[in-house]
Each structure stands twice: as structure tokens, then as C-alpha cells.
């Protein structure tokens, strides 16, 4: 806790352990985001990296913080169709149009140019039996220094004591400085209501003590919550003390509070299908455009307590990872969400 009593909610994900099931994603879309107007919008998202994921191309979209300044910078405005998806399909066509199986689903949209959340699931890069990927979930990050907050001419957004960014619908103008500010472009426009909206950290949740849904329902046991200021929590070993979990484009200056485990990459196979020990597949300096030069000690350090465990010795690095029990992802926030008595409306 900071000197002025506020905390900060953080997330790891373990990239090692997420399977791209999107079961976050659905939990996170059900949950929030069924409304008029936000068909298109995805709050928490899994994408295929190396991709150009969802806003499509979102890492070279620009915004951030002025380096020189310390004030928000302004980059790209992602339009609806770079987010993609919320198609409309042809439902009525196939089940009832006495088409006899000739017509198939399909979106009501043009060919060209569509893209949508997880349009490049899967594709990755490098040439078989060299090829690669890894799958990368996205929240908003709850920044330290969140520029959407400072782009904001209306006031709209707030930073609370717990450390999440929030907005107030009822004063946002629809003017979207804030998603140009963003520079990881996880802020949507509705449309149909003419508000920007974002991941709101599970918060009527995290209030009652449920962990997000991002994390309670992740089946991999891949994602762990806390606060950051937490010595006994997971998060606060991975992020502080261990220093294996990293932010994302920690160069746009914002201090995200969404961290990530970097892959551990398999090494490359010759051209005689033995194994070259010295070259990993996913190449160090992608994941160093990523998560910054400390990436690789981050890696050096997994690999070093995996060795540790192959010897016979314990690593409680790795137990921690692994989660034995999954209530050890929660943090503080352990009750059970069926335990609630819903509040009347």
C-alpha cells in the first residue's frame, strides 16, 4: 500500500500455460459486453503471436507517453473494422431457407478486408519444422500512469484507490482521445450509445471478493491476481521478488499492470532433424520487442529452477507456477461467486 493508502490490482499471465481456449474471453464477453452496441467489442482477448492481432496491427498504432513531455501522446484511432467482427450471419438462410444444405453460415459482410478478434489464430511464423507461436490474452492494463485518463478532455476516467481505471458513461462524450492515447488499443467505441468503453477489472467482483472472471474461469490455471503490494501473493513473487513476470511494451511508458510470463521456446531442429541446443525457435529478439531486455534473464531464471527439479531439488517458483491448487490464483478474492445473494433491482 502505497503512502496515501491507495493499492494496485495486477494480473500475471503465464504464457507457458495458456492454451488459446478463450475461455477468458467468453467468460469476460457474456459477462460484460452483451449490450446494444458491443457486438464488436472484446475485453479480454487471446491472439496468436507472432500476429497482428486485434486491432489489427494494434502494436504499431502509436500512443503512450511523450517521453520528453510526460504527457500523452496521441497515435492511431483504431476504426470498427480493424476491431472486426460482429457480423451479422445468415442464421435464417440455413436453418430455414430450404436451401438443403447448399448455403453455409457465413458473415453478411464483404470478403474484403475482413478481420475480426482471433482472425490469425494459429498462423504464427517460421517455416516447418521450425514454425512457432504462442498465444498472448489482453486486458486492459489498469496503468500507473493511464494516458487514456490524461487524454480524456470530459474528465470521464478515474483512476480508484485499488488501481483500476474506470469510466463514467454518463460523462464520456464519445470523443475517443483516449483510445488514440492507449497504446495497447484495448478501448472500443459502442456506436450505438456514442461512449468508449473498456475492461472495467471485473469490479462489482473484485468489491465482493470474487477474482475476475478472466481468472476464475481460466481451465489452464494460467492467470493470477493480487495486489501488487501483496509480499505473500503470487503475483507480488512473480512480478517483485522473481522478476520472471514482465509488462507488455513497457516502452509506451504508461506502467501496465498486466503481467506475463514470457514462452519458453523449443529449440530449432536442423536440417537432419537433430537438435541445435543453441538456437531457440521463437526468436529472443521478437520476445525482446516485446517484454524488454529483461526477457531473458526472466527465461535464464525459468530455465535454470526447471534444471534445479530435473536434479532432484525443489523450486517453490515453480510450484507457484503450477498452482497445485487453483485457489492459489485468486489473491485475496476467494469467494465463491454462487455464495453471493444477487442485490435487488
Known amino acids: 500500500m502505497t503512502a496515501n493508502g491507495t493499492r494496485q490490482v495486477a494480473w500475471v499471465f503465464d504464457l507457458n500455460k495458456c492454451i488459446g481456449c478463450q475461455t477468458c474471453s467468453v467468460a469476460c464477453k457474456v459477462l460484460w459486453t452483451r449490450d446494444e452496441g458491443e457486438k464488436h467489442e ?4 487471446v491472439n496468436t503471436m507472432p500476429g497482428q492481432g486485434t486491432p489489427k496491427d494494434w502494436e504499431a498504432m502509436g500512443g503512450g507517453v511523450d517521453a ?40 453478411q459482410a464483404p470478403r474484403e478486408n475482413r478481420w475480426a478478434m482471433n482472425w490469425d489464430e494459429d498462423q504464427g511464423a517460421g517455416e516447418w519444422p521450425n514454425s512457432y507461436f504462442y498465444y498472448l490474452p489482453r486486458i486492459c492494463n489498469h496503468c500507473t500512469n493511464p494516458t487514456c485518463l490524461q487524454a480524456c478532455p470530459t474528465g470521464a476516467l478515474s483512476k480508484r484507490d485499488d488501481g483500476l ?30 461512449v468508449s468503453q473498456h475492461c472495467i477489472g471485473c469490479f462489482p467482483r473484485i468489491e465482493a471478493g470474487v477474482a475476475p472472471a478472466c481468472v476464475r474461469q481460466c481451465p489452464g490455471r494460467a492467470v493470477f491476481v493480487g495486489y501488487l ?3 505473500s501473493s503470487a503475483v507480488y513473487k512473480l512480478v517483485k521478488s522473481w522478476k520472471i513476470a514482465l509488462p507488455l511494451h513497457a516502452e509506451a511508458g504508461t506502467g501496465p499492470n498486466v503481467f506475463y510470463v514470457p514462452p519458453l521456446s523449443p529449440y530449432r531442429l536442423k536440417d537432419d532433424f537433430s537438435i541445435d541446443y543453441e538456437t531457440p525457435r521463437i526468436p529472443p529478439e521478437y520476445l525482446e520487442s516485446q517484454f524488454g531486455p529483461e526477457v531473458h534473464t526472466a527465461l535464464a531464471t525459468l530455465r535454470s529452477e526447471m534444471a534445479k527439479v530435473r536434479e532432484g531439488g525443489s523450486s517453490e517458483m515453480l510450484k507457484t507456477l503450477i498452482a497445485y491448487k487453483w485457489q492459489e490464483l485468486l489473491g485475496p478474492f476467494t469467494t465463491d461467486p454462487a455464495s453471493l445473494t444477487p442485490a435487488a433491482s
Open 229 to 231: 503490494d501483496d509480499e
Open 68 to 107: 520528453a513531455t510526460g504527457k500523452a501522446k496521441g497515435g492511431h484511432q483504431p476504426t470498427k473494422g480493424e476491431f472486426g467482427g460482429g457480423w451479422d450471419f445468415n442464421y435464417y438462410e440455413v436453418f430455414y431457407g430450404g436451401t438443403a444444405g447448399k448455403a453455409h453460415l457465413e458473415p
Open 165 to 194: 481505471v474506470l469510466r463514467d458513461e454518463d460523462v464520456c462524450m464519445g470523443d475517443r482521445f483516449c483510445m488514440e492515447a492507449c497504446p495497447y488499443k484495448k478501448i472500443y467505441f459502442n456506436y450505438e450509445r456514442h
Open 42 to 45: 472484446w475485453w479480454c482477448s
